[in-house]
């Protein structure tokens, strides 16, 4: 058996899932301290995939090994392994020996590289043969007339200038008529105060470090220069593209919510202007070449609140941690009851136009967004796709009504910023195959062997240029848009384990899922372990894989099936799409997920339950290796992996919050990476690429 290292840093105080207590109090507000928002009736998803992980896992698993094998790979569900039998992972014939050491050694094209071991050391990792450099950190300048980075001389005015706080999302884009440079983009999800100010007092902050603060949130477009010889990537100070976008920032309301009288305040009394965009998670690229960006958890910025929808939404009721409500009445919900409404959206960047006003699109509704990502109808139209990051919430798609146009004239791209106004939202609902009685928790197959199911999506409303309708019986267009939460509810949508990234494969058009964990299955009332999740609670998480019908995003019905369960792979409650799980590296909490040319899925987690630090895995899903895992790199002591990019020789991520460990603090830190000791501990986007200059695993 893998021995596993053990638990880092898990004292009483920590939250559930491998993040420490620091982190949940800075970036989701303690969201899994508190009662969980979605109190509906709806089915929760172990109850709709209990006719999962069987029929294709045994299918999938005799044709890779022996039929004796296949038996112990249908066994890793969690069934009872009979006495005497061999381990799942041990080969019965020499030619099935040949073919395990073929896999150990190789791998899937784009996956030929030598996985990195677990670990915890204070640094990136990454495999032999590969090197790496930091692309940008936080603090450095970027504008022009903006200061070097002095961390004990920190002003808003500076870092308004400079690269934001904790990197999230990344996107990579083109930069026709300047060779060998590409404009990167950046989202800045949350501040950690506490790490950013030497001797932050949590009571009592200044108005200075909140504006130092609202200057760090947001988005960076950084042009980046890459050397002929390598793939390190460095960056292009004050070059005219370059822009920071912050808690200040205009920006334009658009869609059927732009205007309305819940979106309006003392301070925009028109409903279309909002200053800011907060805890920008992961987001996308459009196809016409601008940046999505998803607010996600918007709510912990604003204090007393009292309404339902509020409560529905997070909101608290009493102070805000970071005590902006002192310094700007809009973040208090009892003085601006609509402020609140006006965030928790998607936000269109235009990269290419420094003087362009950022949108947030209110069609695409209001939730937690991780992500937004887009793929086209074969007439031109967008579907974005949405996970809403909460225990036992949703996940939606919108479907646009309005087709692309080519080109780069000012009307062309006018319009295509418009794409996502008019359209129809909906959210989704998955069946299971297999009755829930034969689902007893144990991991042990239902009777039919059923390892896929189907869904549909349900409309919630539609917007168009003439206005809205809503097809939620009770609810308006407008409340539907700004209470999509609530609409979701009243519909029967199906309760997901936190639904994170969730992007289509550019290959094969399948949409994959990142579910990363709910560590309240099987607690008090929820609901119990299932087929797809045998564990009572899974602090692993897991992947769907969904199918459009005929393959067409705008279809109404989807088939679903589970493409990995995340864990141990020693663990007989673990599933790698049937690939044997002596080839593959262990993996927990799935969090961002993007493609590598080859279609491969590449994941990034983000706080690993496995006793080890999070990391970017890459998995093959197709062809005799679909399923094969394996790890790329690691990153330091208390931080997460974001916002992954993989082109044909580079491999770009985000180090979120670096030594975020409860009990560290600028003078006490738990991390010296990335410019060893005595420096501020510091965010960083990195870059990695092979040393000889080939293409990346292959």
């Known amino acids: 058996m893998r021995k596993l290292l053990p638990l880092i840093g898990t004292p009483s105080g920590s939250h559930p899932g491998g993040r420490s207590a620091m982190t949940c109090r800075f970036r989701c507000g303690d969201a899994c301290f508190h009662e969980v928002p979605n109190t509906s009736s709806n089915e929760y998803v172990g109850d709709v995939i209990a006719g999962a992980l069987s029929r294709r896992s045994m299918m999938r698993a005799a044709a890779v090994v022996t039929v004796g094998a296949a038996g112990a790979g249908a066994v890793g569900l969690g069934q009872a392994q009979p006495a005497g039998a061999a381990p799942a992972s041990a080969p019965a014939t020499a030619a099935d020996a040949a073919a395990v050491a073929r896999r150990k050694h190789k791998g899937a094209r784009g996956l030929r590289f030598a996985p990195v071991a677990p670990n915890t050391t204070d640094a990136v990792t990454v495999p032999d043969g590969y090197g790496q450099n930091v692309v940008i950190r936080w603090g450095e300048p970027i504008l022009r007339g903006a200061p070097a980075f002095d961390p004990e001389k920190q002003t808003a005015k500076a870092q308004a200038g400079q690269f934001g706080y904790n990197c999230d999302f990344l996107a990579l884009l083109p930069l026709p008529g300047e060779r060998g440079r590409q404009l990167l983009v950046a989202n800045h999800e949350y501040t950690d105060e506490i790490l950013m100010f030497r001797g932050y007092d949590a009571a009592n902050p200044t108005r200075e470090q909140a504006e130092i603060a609202w200057a760090a949130h947001g988005l960076s477009a950084v042009v980046v220069e890459g050397d002929r010889k390598t793939g390190k990537l460095t960056v292009v100070s004050r070059h005219q593209l370059n822009r920071r976008v912050t808690v200040t920032t205009e920006f334009r309301l658009t869609g059927p919510v732009a205007g309305s009288k819940l979106v309006r305040t003392s301070a925009d009394p028109t409903g279309t202007k909002v200053f800011g965009t907060l805890n920008n998670c992961s987001g996308g690229v459009t196809p016409w070449g601008t940046t999505l960006h998803g607010e996600e958890n918007f709510n912990q910025y604003f204090g007393n609140a009292s309404r339902d929808t509020d409560k529905r939404y997070g909101v608290g009721t009493g102070a805000t941690e970071r005590k902006w409500e002192r310094f700007d009445k809009r973040f208090d919900v009892a003085q601006e009851p609509n402020e609140v409404h006006r965030f928790g959206y998607v936000v269109e960047f235009d990269p290419y136009d ?109 917007a168009t240029a003439k206005g809205a309708v809503s097809h939620v019986d009770g609810m308006t267009a407008e409340e539907v848009f700004v209470f999509t939460r609530l609409a979701g509810d009243k519909v029967g949508a199906t309760k997901m384990d936190r639904p994170e990234d969730i992007e289509p494969n550019p290959v094969t058009g399948k949409v994959y899922v990142a579910l990363t964990n709910n560590t309240n299955r099987g607690v008090g009332s929820n609901a119990k372990a299932d087929e797809a999740n045998p564990r009572h609670a899974n602090k692993h998480g897991h992947v769907l894989e969904l199918t459009e019908r005929w393959n067409r995003p705008e279809s109404t019905k989807f088939a679903w099936s589970l493409f990995l369960v995340a864990g141990d792979p020693d663990d007989p409650a673990t599933y790698f799409a049937g690939f044997p799980k002596d080839g ?56 997460e992996t974001c916002g992954p990019i993989i082109q044909d020789r580079r491999v770009l991520v985000s180090v979120q919050h670096p030594g975020e460990i409860d009990g560290a603090s600028v003078e006490k830190p738990a991390s010296t990476w990335p410019d060893g000791p005595g420096k501020y501990v510091r965010p960083a986007v990195v870059a990695v690429w092979r040393a000889d200059g080939s293409d990346i695993g292959v």
């Not at 040319?597 to 990391?615: E, F, I, K, R, V």
């Open 584 to 639: 593959v590296s262990p993996i927990s909490c799935p969090d961002n997920v993007a493609f590598d040319p080859y279609g491969n899925l590449w994941m990034s987690t983000d706080g690993a339950q496995l006793g080890s630090h999070d990391g970017l895995f890459g998995v093959a899903t197709r062809g005799e290796r679909r399923g094969e895992l394996k790890q790329f790199l690691t990153v330091p002591k208390g931080a």
């Open 354 to 462: 420094p003087e362009s006003t950022p949108r947030k699109h209110t069609a695409l509704g209001r939730f937690k967004h991780e992500a937004a990502t887009v793929r086209l109808t074969q007439d031109g139209r967008p579907v974005v796709y949405s996970g809403d990051d909460e225990r036992f919430d949703y996940f939606y798609k919108f479907v646009g009504s309005k087709r692309m146009r080519h080109g780069s004239s000012r009307a062309v791209r006018e319009h295509n910023l418009s794409l996502l106004d008019e359209g129809t939202l909906y959210v989704a609902k998955l069946t299971g195959d297999s009755p829930a009685l034969e689902i007893d928790g144990t991991g042990k197959l239902p009777k039919d062997g059923e390892f896929d199911g189907s869904g549909q999506w349900i409309p919630l409303a539609t």
